[in-house]
């Protein structure tokens, strides 16, 4: 038997963006939404009364200038920024001191190998290797390094990509030093992540 007819007012998409409704591209920062595309988006948003919802890595802010004009409810950085169907947005808090410490290290790592390509969020950090991909192994293992420095720091893995997202712990956690106090101290023990 065919399943039941859908009622319109029952629907809600969520939708991921890359490779969804832009296709995927060798550098994230030239992706593009067809026109199509966004036509049918607003044609689906009026259809199904607004519960259309956007699901992604990357920011509210980047998405809005993607997917312009639409405005639309948005689940932004794997949600650690959200926007609700009236225009509310919230954002997780996270470490800034330790968001700033994983890019250096990210940048340091990238810069010394052309192609590789580092996007920053507001609570992640991507890792692009697409247009070198021979370096795969060296990120995969630097990768490994990086997230074992901090238990709050979360490995997302995609098509030829890392994502270091910082995690939200409800619990207290302990003070964080330095990255260069803990290496100094810990140097002696265990491999410390290295560019």
């Not at 609700?84 to 001191?97: A, L, P, V, Y």
């Amino acid at each position: 038997m065919p399943p039941p007819d859908l009622k319109i007012r029952n629907i809600a998409l969520f939708l991921d963006f890359d490779g969804t409704l832009a296709p995927i591209v060798s550098d994230p920062a030239i992706a593009k939404v067809p026109t199509r595309t966004l036509q049918v988006l607003e044609r689906l948003k009026r259809t199904l009364f607004g519960a259309v919802a956007i699901v992604s890595g990357r920011s509210i802010t980047e998405l809005d200038r993607l997917l312009s004009p639409l405005h639309l409810p948005i689940a932004g950085v794997h949600g650690t920024e959200r926007r609700s169907c009236d225009g509310q947005i919230t954002r997780c808090s996270i470490d800034e001191h330790l968001l700033f410490d994983i890019t250096r290290l990210i940048d340091e790592f990238v810069r010394a190998r052309p192609g590789l390509i580092m996007e920053q969020k507001s609570g992640s950090v991507t890792l692009h290797y697409r247009q070198s991909p021979t370096f795969q192994q060296e990120c995969e293992q630097f990768a490994g390094r990086l997230v074992n420095f901090d238990r709050r720091i979360g490995l997302l893995r995609g098509k030829m990509v890392f994502e270091f997202k910082l995690v939200i712990e409800q619990r207290p956690t302990p003070s964080r030093r330095s990255w260069r106090s803990r290496r100094s101290s810990e140097e002696h023990r265990s491999s410390p992540v290295t560019t």
